[in-house]
């Protein structure tokens, strides 16, 4: 059973920075571990995803955001900076336990998985 629980939202301002975190059990070295966006009224969104040494981000977030993960912890990461108001969304942790070409990642429908998300609110 893989479980995600996802922490580190909050109000920002613009230009400031935000680390999410999201603890995962049941996962393995082998899983993808993803972070989705959804803003309100809106589609939830790709935003970056990690698995072994690889990494891949949407093009909206590329050189703001970085994903990376502990395996000690069983945890990734979400560091995002720069933050712009268009970031607002609730933000979730999506694990698919087994591998998968990288141009799969950013499907939604790849993930087995999802944690219940954490609130980001960028305003001035």
């Known amino acids: 059973q893989v479980t995600l629980v996802e922490s580190g939202g909050g109000l920002v301002q613009p230009g400031e920075s935000l680390r999410l975190s999201c603890a995962a059990t049941g996962t393995s070295r082998n899983s993808v571990l993803a972070w989705f966006r959804q803003a309100p009224g809106k589609e939830r969104d790709f935003i970056a995803a990690?698995?072994?040494?690889?990494?891949v981000y949407a093009d909206s977030v590329k050189g703001r955001f970085t994903v990376s993960r502990d395996n000690a912890k069983n945890t990734v990461y979400l560091q995002m900076n720069s933050l712009k108001t268009e970031d607002t969304a609730i933000y979730y942790c999506?694990?698919?336990?087994?591998?998968?070409?990288?141009?799969?990642?950013?499907?939604?429908?790849?993930?087995?998985?999802w944690g219940q998300g954490t609130q980001v609110i960028v305003a001035s």
């Open positions: 990690t698995q072994g040494g690889d990494r």
């Open positions: 999506a694990a698919r336990r087994s591998r998968v070409i990288v141009g799969a990642w950013s499907r939604r429908n790849e993930y087995e998985y």
